[in-house]
């Protein structure tokens, strides 16, 4: 081996040691809960590749094939995942540049009689996954979908008493499966274990990286159950568990109404739904523990909505820490946003961005006013992002005669991950040492500052293309974003949309100096396109709607600048 390379291969080996470390440390914690018959051999499973969440210092990374991967997801139709639409599908995920897409798994469609199942469409999806060179992320639409058990296979829904739904408090049956019943647990953690032992032997390549388990549950319409088995539920003791993990003092013999008061309807679904869920997923994950998460339909941040008019019982931000303790088993919970403004954008960020809870967002709303988020979201160290219903299916519930979704619609995500996609494993390793930050546009802030380690970056919106530009005015509408790592005291990776970034060192009497600011191509090795200088750089680095990526050198000197 050259002595060059040598040494580059030692340096990639010691970078990926606390990687590796960390790695085992988190399969140290799967094994744990793997029982020895079902734990997968070295030979069948290298752990290594295996995907999986690590952390460290409150930051998160998903490892896939060992290394810091980003979610460049896009999540197609509901009813898109069979072999028939795929032909729709492909051309809108080339068109995004995305490198991961989320397929459903629809159980009516995997188990069609009790115990008998059907994997040629997975078989399918994993097989035109691979030909198109990217990932999945499996929805398990199974007991709950957005609330609702329609996914149940038929011959569950023709046993209604069985596998039944739960009851409002007025004893009328809603359109939500009950958390209370065995059967439909049972049946669904028996489905989702087979799914995944499938997966085990069908992906040794690990084109699946994460799985979802159901979609959206919890209940519109009811705060709770009230059927029998939920009612007697209520009327026991709290389990210490959820007391502990509330950090709350338990009386002797606590129920729910005692403990949590006003909450206890909306807590006890949360934690009954949640320990149904865990349930289903330990069964997966007994069998082959790839990462698992949740999706929540959200209850808004801003001004919530009252108790019985959201989705009750999922992982909103208000029961959180109940579906922590309930469900050891999901590596995260994730929210779905469907809200664009910017306040309650960044809010619900914040709120599922915790030390014990890496951010995904698995959903988010493909109108182009979403698309700026996924710097604002890269810049929360999240593990990916992806907005729904990425495929050239005609929807029906769009207006008459309204077009299927088109190559232009995505043009604003599609400007995201171009930038993205050559340098996904980077960004991936640059949030996961706490380097990367990230901004969206908000109405009414044209200039943001980010705040770096001796110097302070400073965006503008709307600035003009040329001259000082002191008072931007925001671009007409807020399209604009950018994101910023700090690759060495003085040099930074620069890139964004329709804006304006500078920089300005922290000490006040000193003035920032460009050494050099060059444009790199978007193609492995990034090699130098062009240095930028003159106006390209006089006033500031100008972003346009290109995709250009820069490494800026900086330099300080005494003075001003005019
Ligand atoms: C959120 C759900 O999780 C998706 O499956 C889909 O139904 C979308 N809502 C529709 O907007």
Redesign the pocket.
């Known amino acids: 081996m050259a002595p060059l390379r040598f040494v580059r291969t030692l340096w990639v080996c010691l970078l990926s040691l606390p990687l590796l470390a960390a790695a085992a440390a988190s399969g140290a914690r799967h094994s744990t809960a793997v029982p020895s018959t079902t734990r997968p051999s070295a030979s069948a499973l290298p752990w290594t590749a295996l995907p999986v969440i690590v952390r460290r210092g409150g930051r998160a990374a998903l490892l896939v094939d060992g290394r810091p991967f980003l979610i460049l997801g896009a ?1 197609v139709h ?1 009813s898109s995942a069979w072999p028939g639409m795929l032909p729709q599908v492909w051309p809108a995920i080339s068109a995004i540049h995305a490198n991961t897409v989320e397929m459903p798994v629809y159980w009516e469609q995997m188990e069609p009689a009790p115990g008998r199942y059907d994997f040629s469409v997975l078989d399918m999806l994993l097989a035109q996954a691979r030909q198109h060179h990217v990932r999945l992320v499996l ?1 398990w639409f199974a007991t709950w ?2 609330g609702s058990g329609h996914y149940m296979p038929v011959w569950m829904k023709r046993q209604p008493q069985k596998y039944f739904k739960l009851l409002d408090q007025h004893g009328k049956a809603i359109d939500s499966p009950s958390p209370f019943a065995r059967a439909t647990r049972e049946a669904d953690a028996q489905a989702f274990a087979a799914l995944m032992g499938h997966l085990k032997n069908a992906d040794r390549q690990h084109t699946v990286i994460m799985v979802q388990v159901e ?2 549950t919890g209940t519109y319409g009811s705060q709770r159950d009230y059927s029998p088995a939920a009612q007697r539920a209520f009327a026991a003791p709290v389990p210490q568990r959820l007391l502990q993990a509330l950090h709350q003092q338990a009386q002797p013999g606590e129920t729910w109404k005692t403990a949590f008061g006003a909450r206890a309807a909306i807590y006890f679904h949360a934690w009954s739904i949640a320990r149904y869920v865990d349930y289903v997923a330990a069964a997966g994950k007994a069998v082959y523990p790839l990462p698992l998460y949740c ?1 929540a ?1 959200l209850r808004d941040p801003i001004h919530p909505q009252p108790a019985g008019s959201y989705e009750s019982g999922g992982p909103t931000y208000n029961v959180l820490d109940v579906w922590k303790a309930a469900a050891p088993d999901i590596d995260l919970l994730a929210p ?1 946003i ?1 809200m664009e403004d910017s306040a309650r954008y960044l809010k619900t960020l914040d709120l599922y961005d915790r030390p014990d809870n890496p951010l995904f967002v698995p ?1 988010t709303g493909l109108a182009p006013g979403y698309a700026r988020y996924f710097f604002a979201v890269l810049g929360h160290g999240a593990i990916g992002f992806s907005p ?2 990425v495929d050239y299916s005609l929807y029906a519930a769009q207006p008459l005669g309204a077009p299927a979704l088109r190559k232009s619609t995505l043009q604003q995500f599609a400007l995201n991950y171009r930038l993205a996609a050559p340098i996904d494993r980077l960004l991936a390793r640059l949030q996961f040492e706490g380097k990367l930050q990230g901004i969206a546009e908000r109405r009414g802030h044209p200039v943001e500052t980010l705040h770096f380690r001796g110097w302070d970056a400073v965006i503008k919106f709307g600035a003009k293309p040329w001259g000082p530009s002191p008072n931007p005015t925001g671009n007409a509408t807020p399209i604009g974003r950018a994101m910023i790592a700090q690759l060495a005291p003085n040099q930074f990776l620069v890139a964004g949309y329709f804006c304006r970034i500078d920089f300005k060192p922290l000490a006040s009497d000193q003035s920032r100096e460009f050494l050099q600011v060059q444009q790199l191509e978007l193609r492995p090795g990034l090699p130098l396109k062009r240095i930028w200088n003159g106006d390209e750089t006089d006033f500031g680095l100008n972003f346009s709607s290109a995709p250009q990526l820069l490494r800026v050198s900086l330099a300080t000197y005494t003075g001003a600048r005019y």
């Open positions: 999540q509901n929805l979908k957005n979609n959206e999706n339909a779905d469907y959903e729904f219903g």
